[in-house]
């Protein structure tokens, strides 16, 4: 049974185009996070939601748009795609997200724009 | 802000040889480290963590090490076998804050 799930596992598209990434964890976890790691591994927060609701939002353009219908679910949508969002984009889960838990991760959405 | 960084890059190491992996933060109110393995195609994979309590922590072939005198984090791999071969992350947070801050990133080669 797959922990974290993402679909997309890729995508390829042009740019201006708007896109969605889907995630899902049967963990139980409270937490879920979104990752970007860009062609150099280095991993950057994007989002994290904590029982439904927003906790972290990182300096991301607000054409990224996080929704979580769920605490199982926490889906990142894209607007007006960019050259610059080419990137490997992570979802995570964990259960107490402040208290020191491992993160667990999907096996990644690779965007590429056209 | 403050960063967790690591001293290299990429590690080459010889098959069967033990691997230690280091990592430095700046952080003093960090008080949970993690170490995370990547391969290629792959999402992050945790291995190992410590709180601030401890110095010390020993899993199945790795151990994590804790000086928080100096503020240095290092993963020890003992008889590094090829599928040990990934990049390697640590990550810090503190007890207030849901954010991990990651490190760069240490890629682990093995030489057979």
């Known amino acids: 049974d797959t922990a974290v799930s993402q679909t997309p596992k890729y995508l390829v598209t042009q740019m201006g185009n708007d896109k969605s990434i889907k995630c899902e964890q049967n963990?139980?976890?409270?937490?879920m996070y979104w990752y970007k790691q860009d062609s150099k591994k280095f991993l950057k927060i994007m989002f994290s939601?904590?029982?439904?609701?927003?906790?972290i939002n990182e300096t991301v353009p607000n054409r990224f748009s996080p929704k979580s219908p769920d605490k199982a679910h926490l889906n990142l949508h894209i607007n007006s795609l960019e050259l610059g969002d080419s990137a490997v984009y992570f979802c995570?889960?964990?259960?107490?997200?402040?208290?020191?838990?491992?993160?667990?991760f999907g096996d990644g959405t690779r965007l590429s724009i056209l | 802000g403050e960063n967790v960084g690591l001293h290299l890059p990429t590690l080459s190491v010889q098959e069967g040889d033990n691997s230690i992996i280091n990592c430095a933060y700046s952080?003093?109110?960090?008080?949970?480290f993690i170490w995370y393995k990547q391969e290629s195609g792959k999402g992050p994979q945790f291995i190992i963590d410590?709180?601030?309590n401890m110095d010390k922590r020993q899993g199945q072939r790795v151990t994590v090490l804790l000086n928080k005198t100096v503020k240095h984090l290092s993963l020890q791999i003992a008889a590094t076998q090829p599928g040990d071969s990934a990049v390697y992350f640590c990550?810090?947070?503190?007890?207030?804050?849901?954010?991990?801050?990651w490190g760069a990133g240490t890629k682990l080669i093995i030489k057979p």
């Open positions: 990550a810090e947070k503190t007890d207030s804050n849901y954010q991990l801050i």
């Open positions: 952080n003093s109110a960090s008080d949970y």
């Open positions: 995570a889960s964990s259960q107490e997200g402040a208290m020191g838990q491992p993160q667990h």
């Open positions: 963990l139980g976890h409270d937490t």
């Open positions: 939601y904590n029982n439904k609701e927003l906790i």
């Open positions: 410590i709180r601030s």
